[in-house]
């Protein structure tokens, strides 16, 4: 039997590498849309992207995990810039249980109460358990960014702009400031891993609107992780994003 620990661990990194299971429902309803008459050029000037001006974020916050017959809370503090970040994961009395390491290759989990190590190469995710999951780049999930290049078709509503791109990911962006609300994948898009994800709550933080709660869904939207962020600095000096594993333990390689 695992450690509860060891679930509370594996709930966070639902959180931000959320299982890819079962089979994602299609994108629907863009007939019932209108085009829009916004040029791609013109909605990029609206949207926030701060790749260039938001280089490092380090926060906290509570996120909660909810699962068919099953919901856990997990406290997390995370570091992260555009290349790699380190999320340490601590129960609900504050114990930290273990810690998350991803960059662009791999996934390392490091269960500190149980002593166990895991490392996932991305590319090959879809072979274990573990191994089911895909990484999210912390930053890059606070400030989701779009490219003009990868647009295809812009629709609209009353109060939103429907985007649709290349592989069919639907985004949806708010009218009045610009902000995305939601991202929506395609029944394709099998490399993507989760089907949606929720912003809410934007606040300015240091002149960065940025969003204080995120809501992942897995692929069948049967699970969801919200994380609600507590606490946020940007553009500060990291710590060394590593995790320091005891010699004595090995790291097992999936």
């Known amino acids: 039997m695992k450690s509860r620990i060891y679930i509370l661990l594996y709930s966070s990194v639902f959180l931000i590498l959320i299982a890819a299971c079962s089979t994602p429902r299609e994108i629907a309803g863009i007939e019932d849309l209108n085009r829009a008459e916004i040029s791609v050029e013109k909605l990029m000037e609206m949207v926030p992207d701060y790749r260039k001006e938001l280089t490092t974020i380090s926060g906290s916050g509570r996120a ?98 429907i985007v649709i791109l290349q592989n069919r990911t639907r985004i949806t962006i708010n009218k009045t400031d610009g902000l995305i609300r939601e991202v929506l994948h395609a029944i394709d898009d099998y490399d993507a891993p989760y089907s949606k994800i929720q912003y809410e709550g934007y606040a300015r933080i240091s ?47 999936i």
Not at 65 to 74: A, I, L, M
Not at 126 to 145: E, K, M
């Open 207 to 253: 002149g960065f609107l940025l969003p204080r709660r995120i809501t992942i869904y897995s692929r069948d939207e049967a699970s969801k992780a919200t994380l609600l962020v507590q606490r946020l600095e940007v553009n500060i000096e990291l710590p060394e994003l590593t995790i320091s594993i005891p010699d004595d333990i090995p790291i097992y390689r």
């Open 64 to 161: 909660l995990v909810s699962e068919p017959g099953n919901s856990e809370r997990v406290t997390i503090q995370f570091h992260s810039n555009r290349r790699e970040s380190l999320i340490i994961v601590r129960n609900n009395v504050g114990i930290e249980g273990g810690q998350i390491y991803v960059d662009s290759d791999s996934l390392l989990i490091y269960n500190r109460l149980d002593k166990k190590a895991e490392k996932v190469p991305l590319n090959e995710g879809r072979l274990s358990s573990v191994g089911t999951i895909a990484s999210i780049n912390i930053l890059d999930l606070v400030n989701y960014t779009l490219n003009a290049e990868d647009v295809h078709e812009v629709f609209e509503d009353r109060d939103h702009y």
